[in-house]
């Protein structure tokens, strides 16, 4: 058990509805990553977010995709309208909150795996 | 921007062989470099980093790094697989230090490693 929770584990939806995919960080961590994965990729990075913030969301599709972290709860990858090239797995990753960000291993949940019908 | 390398995309090796996997980062100045393994439908698991200091690292499950910056590589080797090794394995790197870098990891493609009992 990585400690970092996602679900679903796998979330099969149709074209054009919406995917909500979870993930509660380890305990004490504030961080949070969103790495996609399509197949015979390796994972690609999203959105790094804070309790309440966006800190950067530059790998982010410009349209359809959200994410949010908010003070309570899990984060939340928001896919609206979804294709069939959103289809991959979805992997979060959380470090911790204290120390320079650069020195702390990411750790990473199970992922979840998405398909488009 | 940076990238990763790996040269193998699948390994195929009986039980007790040595195992060496690939992998080349481009980008001249400092780096945090990182071995990640996924066994089958589970969450990538830190293998083992490198931040600074003795260019060889060890890391769990036998499993070693070593650094080598003329080359820009930092190949993982075990010197006896076991049947138990089977996953895929992925290299990452981070530029500590430089914003964005700081903490996006970037990965290569995976090498998916299947050992033969």
């Known amino acids: 058990n990585a400690g970092v929770m996602q679900n679903p584990r796998h979330l099969v939806r149709r074209r054009g509805q919406e995917a909500r995919l979870r993930c509660s960080p380890m305990?004490?961590?504030?961080?949070v990553y969103w790495y996609r994965q399509l197949p015979e990729e390796g994972l690609k990075f999203m959105v790094y977010l804070q309790k309440e913030n966006i800190i950067d969301e530059s790998g982010m599709p410009k349209e359809r995709f959200s994410a949010e972290f908010p003070k309570e709860g899990p984060s939340i990858l928001r896919i609206q309208q979804v294709v069939r090239g959103d289809s991959a797995a979805y992997f979060c990753?959380?470090?911790?909150?204290?120390?320079?960000?650069?020195?702390?291993?990411?750790?990473f949940g199970d992922g979840t795996r998405l398909s488009i019908l | 921007a940076q990238s990763v390398s790996q040269h193998n995309h699948h390994v195929i090796l009986s039980e007790a062989a040595s195992l060496e996997l690939g992998c080349n980062y481009s980008?001249?100045?400092?780096?945090?470099l990182f071995w990640y393994v996924q066994y089958p439908g589970q969450h990538l698991q830190l293998l083992l980093k490198y931040f600074s200091g003795d260019p060889l690292v060890k890391g769990i499950k036998g499993f070693e790094a070593e650094f080598i910056k003329s080359k820009f590589s930092f190949n993982l080797r075990k010197p006896s697989v076991q049947w138990s090794d089977t996953a895929e394995y992925f290299c990452?790197?981070?530029?500590?230090?430089?914003?964005?870098?700081?903490?996006?990891?970037?990965f290569g493609k995976g090498t998916k490693l299947s050992v033969i009992p």
């Open positions: 990452a790197v981070k530029i500590p230090y430089s914003g964005a870098g700081s903490y996006q990891l970037t």
């Open positions: 980008y001249g100045g400092t780096v945090n």
């Open positions: 990753a959380s470090s911790p909150s204290e120390g320079p960000i650069s020195n702390q291993p990411q750790h």
């Open positions: 305990k004490g961590h504030s961080h």
